[in-house]
């Protein structure tokens, strides 16, 4: 049985959780990086890992791995996605992926050039449950698709000087809680919106701090997204169709969802483990390679990358300067 072997750059939190969520023959973690040799040789013994490198590029040029997983700060993302692809690796990506549209385009641009497959490491595009919702919605059996919203709010310190806050990080709502609510939003809407509105307040370091943001598409899709740093909201989707809306709470990682008709009644579905996430991430993209087939939602990514881009330019915030 053929197996896809992976890495990992950049050893912090989700580093660990992602290390952790690997139970298939097929995918196998076979090497970490760090700027610190003594972390990453830590990480790989926590983990049962082969080998641990104190240098990026040595787990780039690693003959034996086929996919890197870059859990790097944002403001790294698409520096480091070059390097893997100059080193003719595929790569996972934390979200946000890239901080702008240009970046995306020159990301996905060498990626194709190289006949590589870039992806973002979103959970939404590989949850059960919207694969299931997403078939149903457009089967019709709701009625027709109205309006999709997300709200997400976080209570994160005070502190210009943590990462949420750090405009040289790549912080702000949108980047890091943000990418989910659009993203979910996206993944349900016929088509990408073509009209957008937004208002912001920004924090004293020149991210922003909390937002809302409405859409319309072309089908008269209507969307909003509402986020907060210094505040803490439910993190809730709802899709709403003409004979039922379907509510989701955490929706990053659901694993069950309410649906409302119109005359009262609930259906409760429930479909996949959120506690399983990463390893629904971990098996596409290794079925992608094994399978050759492009199975990474990368058009969706552009697209709530270009929403993002259009959002922070109305705020007058540019976080690639």
């Not at 641990?52 to 520096?79: K, M, Q, R, V, W």
């Not at 088509?191 to 859409?215: H, N, R």
């Not at 409302?260 to 992608?288: N, P």
Request: with cysteine.
């Amino acid at each position: 049985m053929a197996t896809i072997k992976w890495g990992i750059i950049g050893l912090g939190d989700i580093a660990q959780s992602f290390a952790d969520s690997f139970n298939s023959e097929q995918a196998e973690l076979a090497a970490v990086a760090s700027r610190s040799l003594q972390k990453a040789q830590e990480f790989a013994e926590r983990h049962h890992v082969p080998k641990a490198y104190g240098h990026y590029e040595a787990l780039c040029f690693d003959p034996e791995i086929d996919i890197i997983y870059l859990a790097t700060p944002n403001s790294h993302h698409a520096e480091n996605i070059k390097m893997v692809l100059n080193a003719g690796k595929h790569v996972l990506c934390e979200k946000a992926m890239v901080m702008s549209a240009a970046e995306f385009k020159e990301v996905h641009e060498l990626a194709k050039d190289k006949n590589l497959i870039i992806a973002e490491a979103m959970t939404i595009y590989h949850m059960p449950l919207y694969k299931q919702l997403k078939s149903r919605i457009k089967s019709r059996e709701f009625g027709q698709l109205k309006m999709v919203n997300a709200m997400f709010g976080s209570l994160k310190e005070a502190d210009p000087n943590n990462r949420f806050f750090n405009k040289e990080l790549g912080g702000g709502a949108l980047l890091d809680i943000g990418v989910y609510a659009l993203s979910f939003v996206r993944f349900f809407l016929s088509s990408q919106p073509t009209e957008l509105q937004t208002m912001a307040k920004l924090y004293e370091t020149g991210v922003d701090e909390m937002s809302t943001i409405q859409m319309r598409n072309e089908h008269n899709e209507l969307s909003s997204v509402s986020l907060s740093f210094r505040g803490k909201m439910p993190k809730q989707g709802v899709i709403v169709c003409e004979e039922a809306y379907i509510t989701v709470l955490d929706y990053p990682r659901a694993d069950k969802a309410v649906i409302t008709y119109a005359d009262g009644r609930t259906e409760i579905v429930e479909d996949g483990d959120s506690a399983s996430a990463l390893s629904y991430e971990i098996d596409a993209l290794t079925q992608t390679l094994l399978e050759v087939e492009n199975l990474s939602f990368i058009d969706l990514t552009r697209d709530v990358t270009n929403l993002m881009d259009q959002s922070e330019k109305l705020w007058g915030m540019d976080l690639t300067k």
